[in-house]
Protein backbone atom coordinates (compact mmCIF):
# COMPACT_ATOMS: atom_id res chain seq x y z
CA UNK A 1 0.00 0.00 0.00
CA UNK A 2 0.86 3.20 -0.90
CA UNK A 3 -0.52 6.64 0.73
CA UNK A 4 -0.62 10.26 0.34
CA UNK A 5 -1.52 12.45 3.62
CA UNK A 6 -1.59 16.39 2.68
CA UNK A 7 -2.61 19.50 4.24
CA UNK A 8 -4.69 21.63 1.66
CA UNK A 9 -5.47 25.16 3.08
CA UNK A 10 -8.40 27.00 1.37
CA UNK A 11 -10.13 29.72 2.26
CA UNK A 12 -12.44 28.46 4.63
CA UNK A 13 -9.74 26.64 6.56
CA UNK A 14 -7.53 23.80 6.24
CA UNK A 15 -8.34 20.01 4.46
CA UNK A 16 -6.57 16.91 5.89
CA UNK A 17 -6.95 15.11 2.44
CA UNK A 18 -5.99 11.57 3.07
CA UNK A 19 -5.16 9.03 -0.44
CA UNK A 20 -4.09 5.68 -0.63
CA UNK A 21 -3.33 3.17 -3.21
CA UNK A 22 -6.94 1.90 -4.91
CA UNK A 23 -8.08 0.02 -7.95
CA UNK A 24 -8.94 2.35 -11.10
CA UNK A 25 -12.65 0.90 -11.90
CA UNK A 26 -15.71 2.70 -11.08
CA UNK A 27 -16.30 0.32 -8.42
CA UNK A 28 -12.41 -1.09 -7.20
CA UNK A 29 -11.62 2.64 -6.68
CA UNK A 30 -13.42 2.14 -3.37
CA UNK A 31 -10.68 -1.12 -2.49
CA UNK A 32 -7.17 -0.70 -1.40
CA UNK A 33 -4.87 -2.32 -3.60
CA UNK A 34 -1.35 -3.05 -3.16
CA UNK A 35 1.50 -1.37 -4.75
CA UNK A 36 5.11 -1.34 -4.87
CA UNK A 37 6.18 1.47 -6.77
CA UNK A 38 4.65 5.17 -7.03
CA UNK A 39 4.35 5.07 -11.50
CA UNK A 40 2.14 2.12 -10.67
CA UNK A 41 -0.63 3.50 -8.16
CA UNK A 42 -3.09 5.60 -8.22
CA UNK A 43 -4.08 7.04 -5.16
CA UNK A 44 -7.86 7.74 -4.45
CA UNK A 45 -9.97 8.47 -1.43
CA UNK A 46 -11.49 5.12 -0.90
CA UNK A 47 -14.92 6.47 0.26
CA UNK A 48 -16.44 9.56 -1.53
CA UNK A 49 -16.89 13.40 0.09
CA UNK A 50 -20.24 15.03 -0.41
CA UNK A 51 -19.97 18.26 -2.39
CA UNK A 52 -23.33 20.34 -2.88
CA UNK A 53 -25.39 17.12 -2.95
CA UNK A 54 -23.47 15.03 -5.20
CA UNK A 55 -20.54 12.00 -4.50
CA UNK A 56 -17.24 13.03 -5.48
CA UNK A 57 -13.96 10.89 -4.88
CA UNK A 58 -10.15 12.30 -4.86
CA UNK A 59 -7.64 11.09 -6.99
CA UNK A 60 -4.08 11.75 -7.18
CA UNK A 61 -1.88 10.81 -9.81
CA UNK A 62 1.75 10.36 -9.34
CA UNK A 63 4.13 12.28 -11.75
CA UNK A 64 8.03 11.45 -12.06
CA UNK A 65 10.31 9.92 -10.00
CA UNK A 66 9.98 7.79 -6.92
CA UNK A 67 9.09 8.96 -5.20
CA UNK A 68 7.52 11.77 -7.11
CA UNK A 69 7.64 15.30 -6.33
CA UNK A 70 4.46 16.43 -7.91
CA UNK A 71 0.76 14.83 -8.38
CA UNK A 72 -2.20 16.14 -10.41
CA UNK A 73 -5.47 15.77 -8.24
CA UNK A 74 -8.52 15.16 -9.92
CA UNK A 75 -12.25 14.60 -9.14
CA UNK A 76 -14.56 12.47 -10.22
CA UNK A 77 -18.32 11.56 -9.76
CA UNK A 78 -20.30 8.62 -9.81
CA UNK A 79 -19.59 7.94 -13.37
CA UNK A 80 -15.95 7.71 -12.63
CA UNK A 81 -14.29 9.93 -15.34
CA UNK A 82 -11.26 12.21 -13.71
CA UNK A 83 -11.19 15.53 -14.52
CA UNK A 84 -7.51 17.60 -12.78
CA UNK A 85 -8.56 20.29 -10.52
CA UNK A 86 -5.05 20.88 -8.82
CA UNK A 87 -1.55 20.14 -9.27
CA UNK A 88 0.71 19.16 -5.91
CA UNK A 89 3.89 19.91 -5.52
CA UNK A 90 5.86 18.39 -2.24
CA UNK A 91 8.90 20.00 -0.31
CA UNK A 92 11.02 18.38 1.87
CA UNK A 93 11.27 20.25 5.07
CA UNK A 94 11.85 18.97 8.63
CA UNK A 95 8.75 19.39 10.75
CA UNK A 96 7.28 17.65 13.98
CA UNK A 97 5.19 14.96 12.89
CA UNK A 98 1.75 15.86 11.65
CA UNK A 99 -1.32 14.28 13.25
CA UNK A 100 -3.77 14.24 10.08
CA UNK A 101 -7.77 14.27 11.04
CA UNK A 102 -9.63 14.02 7.94
CA UNK A 103 -13.12 14.23 9.75
CA UNK A 104 -11.92 17.58 11.70
CA UNK A 105 -10.18 19.26 9.60
CA UNK A 106 -12.05 19.28 6.19
CA UNK A 107 -13.90 22.52 4.50
CA UNK A 108 -17.76 23.55 5.15
CA UNK A 109 -18.69 22.62 2.28
CA UNK A 110 -17.61 18.98 1.99
CA UNK A 111 -18.63 16.31 4.16
CA UNK A 112 -17.50 12.99 4.46
CA UNK A 113 -19.61 10.23 3.11
CA UNK A 114 -21.83 7.29 3.11
CA UNK A 115 -23.15 9.38 6.52
CA UNK A 116 -23.28 5.81 8.17
CA UNK A 117 -19.44 5.34 7.55
CA UNK A 118 -18.54 8.70 8.68
CA UNK A 119 -20.45 8.61 11.90
CA UNK A 120 -17.79 5.23 12.27
CA UNK A 121 -14.93 7.25 10.77
CA UNK A 122 -15.76 10.35 13.83
CA UNK A 123 -15.46 7.73 16.50
CA UNK A 124 -12.32 6.17 15.73
CA UNK A 125 -10.81 9.53 15.10
CA UNK A 126 -12.39 10.69 18.40
CA UNK A 127 -10.24 7.47 19.57
CA UNK A 128 -7.05 8.49 18.08
CA UNK A 129 -6.99 11.73 19.28
CA UNK A 130 -7.49 10.52 22.82
CA UNK A 131 -4.37 8.23 22.18
CA UNK A 132 -2.40 11.04 20.87
CA UNK A 133 -2.86 13.14 23.94
CA UNK A 134 -2.37 10.27 26.17
CA UNK A 135 1.03 9.08 24.83
Known amino acids: MLGLAVRIPTESGDW ?38 ELVWFTALPGAGEPPERFTLHASGRDGGLRQVAELTLHHRETEPVAFDPVLTLPPELELAPRWFARLRAQAYRGSRLGRRGS
Open 16 to 53: DLLLSSAGTGRWTRMLPKFARRWQNARLGTLLPYRYRG
